[in-house]
């Protein structure tokens, strides 16, 4: 592997967290720009380079009444129009998609996933139906992950949107919220209101250069190479949302105009592999490690005004024989904590039986006896041990 093949590989909790932390400085710099310029005119060449990039992404999204995260609408098949980047409507919805940035990036607990995770997770998501979201999906109700090595996703060709396998768009992070969601209804185009998530997708520079560009020319010639120099080390390449409960399936139109739960195919892997790796976060096989973020790295995050949680960097290993025995234990005795955590306020899934027996007849899990239900916040580990706390790293690694 060479040096510039190295640079794809972003290893570890803490260059996660570095990576979250710049995330929100970005986005910090162009919600500071909105309130202090709002009502007043727009000096577009004084516009912070994210803040361009936003106007330039919700440019991508069909002209239409609507708010910023419709139910399954994204800009996988559409081209971006540059002619609306500064008109009204469209600088509203900008605004409104770094608000939400703001607060997903200040509450998200960051999720690190490791390349031989990823591998597993891309199997299983292949082999998943197009299933619904549910609450109960959710590992925590806002989260950023941050892949070490990019998801690649087939992209469009730029000019017929055909979807080609040849052509590879790199993901470096999703980032995740609870939040109303939009349904629209195609027969009559309202829009209803629903509970789910928003979710925006990021992508890096370095490897949209070495992966995107390079899968371009290789694949369609020279003319269709992209510039690169965004003057950011991370966009938001798509933001869309997911409502919970909702029936759907994927198509494959180029013009991205689908019916009632036609989701496009871009759209369905990305909600394919979200539903995977919530699911994984569940298993009972996962093991929890807790680290303690170095203290750069605290440093770090207090001089952005990185708002500190609760919790540590939690890595979740998949076998237990492995955590005994780097501490020097047998597999069947238990852990020993020296001190003790706050517990973060959570949504749990709870069995009543009255409701009916926790599995269906086909083995698949009942909805209709399980309830979720609020866990508040509480202490964890030895009571008699010292408080510690600091922000959540979820790491996947193996």
Same mark, same amino acid.
């Given at each position: 592997?060479?040096?510039?093949?190295?640079?794809?590989?972003?290893?570890?909790?803490?260059?996660?967290?570095?990576?979250?932390i710049?995330?929100f400085?970005?986005?910090?710099?162009?919600?500071?720009?909105?309130?202090?310029?709002?009502?007043?005119?727009?000096? +577009?060449?004084?516009?912070?380079?994210?803040?361009?990039q936003?106007?330039?992404?919700?440019?991508?999204?069909?002209?239409?009444?609507?708010?910023?995260?419709?139910?399954?609408?994204?800009?996988?098949?559409?081209?971006?129009?540059?002619?609306?980047?500064?008109?009204?409507?469209?600088?509203?919805?900008?605004?409104?998609?770094?608000?939400?940035?703001?607060?997903?990036?200040?509450?998200?607990?960051?999720?690190y996933?490791?390349?031989?995770?990823?591998?597993?997770?891309?199997?299983a998501?292949?082999?998943?139906?197009?299933?619904p979201?549910?609450?109960?999906?959710?590992?925590?109700?806002?989260?950023?992950?941050?892949?070490?090595?990019?998801?690649?996703?087939?992209?469009?060709?730029?000019?017929?949107?055909?979807l080609?396998?040849?052509?590879?768009?790199?993901?470096?992070?999703?980032?995740?919220?609870?939040?109303?969601?939009?349904?629209?209804?195609?027969?009559?185009?309202?829009?209803?209101?629903?509970?789910?998530?928003?979710y925006?997708?990021?992508?890096?520079?370095?490897?949209?250069?070495?992966?995107?560009?390079?899968?371009?020319? +290789?694949?369609?010639?020279?003319?269709?190479?992209?510039?690169?120099?965004?003057?950011?080390?991370?966009?938001?390449?798509?933001?869309?949302?997911?409502?919970?409960?909702?029936?759907?399936?994927?198509?494959?139109?180029?013009?991205?105009?689908?019916?009632?739960?036609?989701?496009?195919?871009?759209?369905?892997m990305?909600?394919?592999?979200?539903?995977?790796?919530?699911?994984?976060?569940?298993?009972r096989?996962?093991?929890?490690?807790?680290?303690?973020?170095?203290?750069?790295?605290?440093?770090r995050?207090a001089?952005?005004?990185?708002?500190?949680?609760?919790?540590?960097?939690?890595?979740?290993?998949?076998?237990?024989?492995?955590?005994?025995?780097?501490?020097?234990?047998?597999?069947?005795?238990?852990f020993?904590?020296?001190?003790?955590?706050?517990?973060?306020a959570?949504?749990?899934?709870?069995?009543?039986?009255?409701?009916?027996?926790?599995?269906?007849?086909?083995?698949?899990?009942?909805?209709d006896?399980?309830?979720?239900?609020?866990?508040?916040?509480?202490?964890?580990?030895?009571?008699?041990?010292?408080?510690?706390?600091?922000?959540?790293?979820?790491?996947?690694?193996?």
């Amino acid at each position: 592997m060479t040096e510039t093949d190295t640079r794809l590989f972003w290893s570890g909790p803490g260059r996660a967290l570095d990576a979250h932390i710049d995330l929100f400085n970005s986005i910090s710099t162009a919600k500071t720009y909105i309130e202090r310029h709002r009502g007043k005119a727009v000096n +577009k060449a004084a516009l912070p380079a994210v803040l361009l990039q936003r106007l330039g992404l919700m440019a991508s999204f069909p002209v239409s009444k609507m708010e910023v995260q419709v139910d399954g609408e994204s800009v996988a098949p559409l081209q971006s129009d540059s002619r609306r980047m500064f008109d009204e409507y469209n600088m509203m919805r900008a605004f409104g998609l770094v608000q939400q940035e703001y607060k997903t990036l200040n509450e998200a607990e960051t999720h690190y996933v490791s390349h031989h995770v990823m591998a597993t997770l891309e199997t299983a998501a292949e082999a998943m139906d197009d299933e619904p979201l549910f609450p109960t999906d959710l590992p925590s109700p806002t989260g950023l992950i941050v892949f070490e090595y990019p998801m690649l996703i087939p992209d469009l060709h730029p000019d017929t949107g055909e979807l080609r396998t040849d052509i590879l768009m790199p993901i470096r992070a999703i980032g995740w919220t609870l939040a109303p969601v939009q349904v629209r209804d195609f027969d009559t185009g309202t829009l209803t209101e629903k509970g789910g998530i928003h979710y925006t997708i990021y992508a890096d520079e370095h490897s949209f250069v070495k992966i995107y560009n390079e899968t371009l020319v +290789k694949a369609l010639g020279e003319d269709y190479r992209v510039p690169s120099d965004l003057s950011l080390p991370m966009w938001a390449s798509d933001a869309t949302a997911w409502a919970f409960g909702m029936p759907w399936k994927t198509g494959n139109e180029p013009n991205g105009q689908f019916g009632a739960g036609l989701i496009h195919a871009n759209v369905a892997m990305t909600r394919r592999w979200l539903l995977a790796y919530f699911r994984w976060c569940w298993q009972r096989i996962l093991v929890p490690e807790r680290y303690t973020p170095k203290s750069y790295e605290r440093r770090r995050a207090a001089r952005s005004n990185f708002q500190i949680t609760d919790g540590h960097i939690k890595v979740l290993r998949l076998r237990r024989e492995m955590e005994a025995e780097r501490h020097g234990e047998s597999q069947e005795s238990t852990f020993a904590y020296t001190h003790q955590w706050v517990v973060r306020a959570h949504p749990r899934r709870q069995w009543y039986p009255s409701l009916g027996p926790a599995r269906n007849d086909d083995g698949s899990f009942n909805q209709d006896s399980h309830r979720l239900i609020w866990i508040e916040p509480h202490l964890a580990g030895n009571p008699f041990g010292p408080l510690v706390s600091g922000h959540n790293v979820v790491a996947a690694v193996r």
